[in-house]
């Protein structure tokens, strides 16, 4: 393994840091994802991007939620969203 291949394995494992994917957040087709981030999540993250996970469904169920995929700001932003997640 190259030095350079060292060097991409680490930024991909930093960039991974700063993801999290937040399950059972009912969709709610007035508001975009980030503004549902902001609404719902108990900490008010610095979202950088969010796309629910599979296909849209009319009717969304607890159970039956997509994921939603969420790249935050910095790995300390998402550690203090996984804190709260419970909440």
Same mark, same amino acid.
């Given at each position: 393994?190259? %030095?350079?291949?060292?060097?991409?394995?680490?930024?991909? +494992?930093?960039?991974?840091?700063?993801?999290?994917?937040? &399950?059972?957040?009912?969709?709610?087709?007035?508001? #975009?994802?980030?503004?549902?981030?902001?609404?719902?999540? %108990?900490?008010?993250? +610095?979202?950088? &991007?969010? *796309?629910?996970? #599979?296909? &849209?469904?009319?009717?969304?169920?607890?159970?039956? *939620?997509?994921?939603?995929?969420?790249?935050? =700001?910095?790995?300390? *932003?998402?550690?203090?969203?996984?804190? &709260?997640? =419970?909440?």
């Amino acid at each position: 393994m190259s %030095h350079l291949d060292v060097q991409r394995e680490l930024n991909d +494992m930093n960039r991974r840091k700063k993801n999290v994917i937040v &399950s059972g957040l009912m969709e709610d087709n007035n508001y #975009g994802n980030e503004a549902i981030c902001e609404k719902y999540l %108990h900490c008010k993250p +610095m979202v950088i &991007s969010c *796309t629910r996970l #599979g296909k &849209s469904n009319e009717q969304h169920t607890p159970d039956k *939620t997509r994921r939603l995929p969420v790249r935050l =700001r910095n790995e300390e *932003t998402a550690a203090n969203l996984l804190q &709260s997640s =419970r909440l």
